[in-house]
């Protein structure tokens, strides 16, 4: 169940446009799961007037913190970014479904494929997925150098068994996209499932490849959000239900989505 | 202890604060943050009598102090919601209200004879107004005969009292009202959003998908209140106000200029608990102000108006 | 270097943008902030016949991302104009635009006929549409017939060009504007403002001493963009758009929907210079774009309406 | 001539809800008299949408600072309290007309009479008075000892020649309105006019005395004010002109009128 809470900065973080904000939220963090996203007013009294939403990229249950990860593109996200560790903000959540990951099990391999800001919610799901001993792979790309900035802390916490860099501009690991890289990747047979998050068009790429592949993949999308507890029906996009597609709330039914049931153009 | 209950005629409620339809889901979303019997009323999402996809994505777009929606009315039809959605609410002692909506004046009045085979709906609102539907913000209650037409028909079909919500995309909205009322609407509601438009300008498209969408929030306020002040003044019917109310202040505004009760929609995206914020507001207002009934402060407008220098 | 410069047919203009009647003064008010030369046009104040000292105090109440005002058409009457500042005016090298009111037909007519005598304008704006002169809001834009019947009479009393202002509180503006057409208008501009009202809660009375008052900033802005993209689809004359603008995005808006210029109001009180930086946004965005003139951008919207799933 | 400039605030003091802040503009510095006001941006997207007026509560040419002194009341003096120094605000200024004291020489005896924040345009206008050599006598009320903040300043700068201090409560000075006192006043030979800014009702007071005393007075009026420099029409008061009371603007003809060009009451 989800909840509306103050939660108070404990810590903050910040490469260039990109912020790490840790909030003490003992109530959020004991329900928080990989996947699942909080909604933040970024403004007491706005504008904006919405709250905008955030993928958890944290939980520590006996911290009783959470944490986003996050990219200054807009209003919202850029008076979020001045806040400062002791103030307080009105979050809630938990808020939607995350990944399934409960049957994944030793030796099991995961790719974890995260575009810019799209790292926030598999930096959580791979702290999990290490817990449990599985081997992950993270590949983890951008435009240039500068959109990697939780590369160290992937690589110091050893989320990673293997994390694999590209940036379109080749100013750090790979040069090209992450969609590139991929596609040359020689898929072990322990390969299970992926894990997907990042801009639309790379998204789309990843679904390809997996679909070539035969190899589940879960994606978390992304909408403008309302309210994003389900009830303004604003977030919706083309799922499959049964037979046929329908107008799903991303926000309720996701943001997480397996690969074949989501609707990735208008042929579909 | 305020008495905050209210008198719509037909009904008594707790207190004159309603979520507003569309804005709360069918009710049940919000139980994790509220208990939905603290409201004065629940009004669940427009309901067809099919269940419906709605509009295409993108459906909302942010506006200075605004929102501009193109939902579509989504739904799943009454008869899921008599069997899914009416025993919980019914469990969780909500005061349902249902906002009835139709393609035609058939579909108004199966709704209407379905849902009053149920129990557990203190009324029906019936929305005439919505400008996501049809191209162009089309819809009946742009015309005093059209509105007419719809709300005698329902009248005859139910044996529930109903609330016929208004436009405010109209020149005279005291015409529409008395159509209204003329037709038997027990009660009036007003008002539904305003026709807008918003552009991307690096595309040259529209942001929403529908072209256009109704804006609601804060940014109209001052033109719901003149309207409900409006209709007030022109019919003998309880008056529901609805329009960018986010706090107990703006609440009073709308119950100042008597109406007897508000709808609170925007409001709840940001703040799930904004209703009880605004019922406890209203209990410290009268206690300041030492009424020891919100009803002694319904109407209590007075529009001195200075004379004109020219 | 990109041409910012529009043509309305009668006249073409250095730039799209002016500053709105009303919310620039006579414009000299604006001298210590800007060079008038540089804008487009500047839109004087609503002038009357003779002098007026327009509503009594307190005539202005700020609202969320809104301004309602009654001010009421205070003035200096076109004599003291046509004497005191008109020549001003002609020095600063202003492309004047008078915006023409009467109480009567017969007023607005001896307006332009005494301003036809006088050089320095560029053309009238026919303010058909301000809610704060009649009580609860009536005016002339509300009804096609009466608004045939002023421009009409206006068209055929003087030898400038004249532009009429629309209302939004009407329920189809198309109509309203092809009746402005119809009777000669050589433009149209629209919107005023939208009528509302703001209540003290504590003491029970109206904000304004008028009672009711018009909306104007931001939070009216999608609103106005729907209307004038309803107009252009409309009429043949070219259409100036109003509501909101704040910045060189907001008007890129007008003009993509098919504005041919547009008017800053409220905006100027915040920032007397935001029309000149309107200015510099809208040569960034043609360069940016490539455009070489900004007239290839007007119009360029392209509503694409999704298939609706029901 | 006024300007719109931004402006850095160099200092900052606060007693509860009073603040008193300096800025860095030499632009207004140059050109600012006593009487006249600045219109402030207090937030830089809003809300609220439009700037708020304050009156110059200080100004040193060589310095290149202004001041105001305001009070906490509403959202935008809330959100301008909230500023530090280093910080840019917008500023226009400086507005309307001020004070006349250019004719006034020594010996002169003038009574300077604020409620509250109104003190602000006298603390100025003080400091010009006793520039000047003239005798400055302050009355400085409020409801509580907490509202006369300048108190100690004003003395510690030697700006009254006698300071009279009244509180509602009886907390400092007389007990009771400043206009009890002033009531009690034996006028000097030498009291040649009165300067007064405070709450309407204070004002309206002091207004009758001038008139039994036949001392003139200049008031500085409050309005809304949608611009501050005379393009909206909407701060309007009734204001003698020539034989008949017309609706005048505030920010332009005001904010500082003599006592018998002000209408007090409808009756008038
Ligand atoms: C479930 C979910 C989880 C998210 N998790 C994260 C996260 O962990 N970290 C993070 O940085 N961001 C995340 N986002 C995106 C984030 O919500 C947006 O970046 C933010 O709302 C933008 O707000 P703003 O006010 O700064 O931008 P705005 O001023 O609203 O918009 C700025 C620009 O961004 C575009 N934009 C706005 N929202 C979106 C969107 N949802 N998708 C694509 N473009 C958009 C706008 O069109 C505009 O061009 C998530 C979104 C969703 C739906
Ligand atoms: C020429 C001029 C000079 C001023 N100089 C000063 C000054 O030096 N120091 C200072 O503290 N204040 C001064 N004021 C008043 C100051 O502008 C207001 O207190 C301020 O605008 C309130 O803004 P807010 O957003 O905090 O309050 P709001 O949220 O707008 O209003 C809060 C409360 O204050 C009331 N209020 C708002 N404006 C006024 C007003 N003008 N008069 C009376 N009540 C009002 C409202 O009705 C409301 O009850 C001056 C005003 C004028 C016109
Ligand atoms: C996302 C959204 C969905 C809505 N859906 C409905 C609806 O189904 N039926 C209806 O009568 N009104 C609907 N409305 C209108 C609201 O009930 C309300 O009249 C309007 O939003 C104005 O109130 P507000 O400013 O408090 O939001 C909807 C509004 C929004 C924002
Ligand atoms: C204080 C004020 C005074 C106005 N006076 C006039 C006027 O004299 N004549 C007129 O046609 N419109 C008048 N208007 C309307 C504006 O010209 C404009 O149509 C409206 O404010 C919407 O634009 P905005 O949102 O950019 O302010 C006035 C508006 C304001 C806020
Ligand atoms: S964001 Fe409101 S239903 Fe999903
Ligand atoms: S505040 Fe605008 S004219 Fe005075």
């Given at each position: 169940m989800s909840q509306l809470i103050e939660a108070v900065i404990k810590d903050k973080k910040s490469w260039g446009d990109y912020f790490?904000?840790?909030?003490?939220?003992p109530e959020l963090a004991a329900l928080a799961a990989p996947g699942q996203f909080v909604m933040v007013k970024v403004s007491p009294k706005g504008p904006p007037l919405l709250r905008r939403p955030f993928s958890l990229a944290s939980a520590?249950?006996?911290?009783?913190?959470?944490?986003?990860?996050?990219?200054?593109?807009?209003?919202?996200?850029?008076?979020?970014?001045?806040?400062?560790?002791?103030?307080?903000?009105?979050?809630?959540?938990?808020?939607?479904?995350?990944?399934?990951?409960?049957?994944?099990?030793?030796?099991?391999?995961?790719?974890?494929?995260?575009?810019?800001?799209?790292?926030?919610?598999?930096?959580?799901?791979?702290?999990?997925?290490?817990?449990?001993?599985?081997?992950?792979?993270?590949?983890?790309?951008?435009?240039?150098?500068?959109d990697l900035p939780l590369r160290e802390a992937l690589a110091k916490k050893k989320l990673a068994d293997k994390l694999i860099l590209a940036t379109e501009d080749g100013s750090l690991g790979f040069k090209g996209l992450i969609t590139d890289v991929l596609e040359q990747e020689v898929l072990s047979p322990l390969a299970k499932k992926a894990f997907v998050c990042g801009p639309e068009a790379m998204m789309k790429k990843v679904a390809e490849l997996l679909r070539r592949w035969n190899l589940p993949g879960e994606f978390s999308l992304e909408a403008f959000m309302g309210c994003g507890f389900g009830v303004c029906w604003g977030c919706v996009r083309w799922i499959k239900r049964g037979q046929e597609y329908q107008l799903v709330r991303i926000c309720q039914e996701g943001p997480v989505f397996s690969r074949e049931d989501i609707k990735w153009s208008e042929e579909e | 202890?305020?008495?905050?209950?209210?008198?719509?005629?037909?009904?008594?409620?707790?207190?004159?604060?309603?979520?507003?339809?569309?804005?709360?889901?069918?009710?049940?979303?919000?139980?994790?943050?509220?208990?939905?019997?603290?409201?004065?009323?629940?009004?669940?999402?427009?309901?067809?009598?099919?269940?419906?996809?709605?509009?295409?994505?993108?459906?909302?777009?942010?506006?200075?102090?605004?929102?501009?929606?193109?939902?579509?009315?989504?739904?799943?039809?009454?008869?899921?919601?008599?069997?899914?959605?009416?025993?919980?609410?019914?469990?969780?002692?909500?005061?349902?209200?249902v906002n009835v909506c139709g393609n035609t004046d058939d579909e108004y009045e199966r709704v209407v004879r379905y849902l009053d085979d149920h129990p557990g709906?203190?009324?029906?609102?019936?929305?005439?107004?919505?400008?996501?539907?049809?191209?162009?913000?089309?819809?009946?209650?742009?015309?005093?005969?059209?509105?007419?037409?719809?709300?005698?028909?329902?009248?005859?079909?139910?044996?529930?009292?109903?609330?016929?919500?208004?436009?405010?995309?109209?020149?005279?909205?005291?015409?529409?009202?008395?159509?209204?009322?003329?037709?038997?609407?027990?009660?009036?509601?007003?008002v539904n959003t305003f026709l807008g438009l918003a552009v991307d300008v690096e595309t040259g498209q529209p942001k929403l998908a529908n072209v256009w969408g109704g804006l609601s929030g804060p940014a109209i306020k001052p033109l719901a209140l003149r309207m409900v002040y409006q209709v007030v003044q022109t019919v003998k019917v309880p008056v529901v106000g609805i329009g960018g109310i986010v706090t107990g202040y703006d609440a009073l505004e709308f119950l100042a200029v008597g109406a007897k009760a508000v709808e609170v929609g925007t409001a709840n995206f940001v703040n799930p608990r904004v209703t009880l914020q605004i019922i406890d507001e209203l209990q410290n207002f009268c206690q300041k102000k030492q009424l020891s009934r919100i009803e002694d402060y319904i109407g209590s407008f007075r529009p001195r108006r200075e004379k004109q220098k020219t």
């Open positions: 790490f904000v840790t909030f003490q939220a520590d249950r006996e911290e009783g913190t959470i944490a986003i990860f996050f990219q200054r593109v807009g209003l919202g996200t850029n008076l979020l970014s001045r806040y400062s560790p002791g103030e307080k903000i009105s979050l809630i959540g938990p808020l939607g479904r995350g990944f399934s990951f409960e049957d994944l099990a030793f030796p099991g391999e995961l790719l974890l494929i995260g575009g810019g800001r799209g790292i926030a919610p598999l930096y959580y799901l791979a702290q999990k997925l290490k817990e449990r001993g599985l081997k992950v792979i993270i590949f983890y790309g951008g435009k240039t150098q500068s | 202890m305020v008495d905050l209950s209210v008198d719509l005629g037909f009904i008594r409620l707790s207190n004159p604060i309603f979520t507003a339809s569309g804005t709360c889901g069918y009710g049940l979303e919000m139980i994790p943050f509220l208990e939905l019997k603290k409201l004065g009323g629940v009004v669940v999402k427009g309901l067809y009598f099919e269940p419906r996809q709605g509009n295409p994505p993108p459906r909302l777009v942010e506006t200075t102090a605004g929102l501009l929606n193109a939902i579509g009315l989504p739904g799943i039809g009454v008869e899921a919601f008599a069997r899914e959605v009416l025993p919980q609410l019914h469990q969780q002692q909500a005061t349902v209200i709906i203190a009324f029906y609102e019936l929305n005439i107004s919505c400008p996501n539907v049809k191209e162009g913000g089309q819809c009946p209650a742009l015309d005093a005969r059209a509105t007419f037409r719809i709300v005698s028909r329902v009248k005859k079909a139910t044996q529930r009292p109903i609330m016929t919500k208004l436009s405010p995309n109209v020149t005279d909205i005291t015409i529409i009202a008395r159509a209204a009322e003329e037709a038997g609407s027990d009660a009036l509601s007003l």
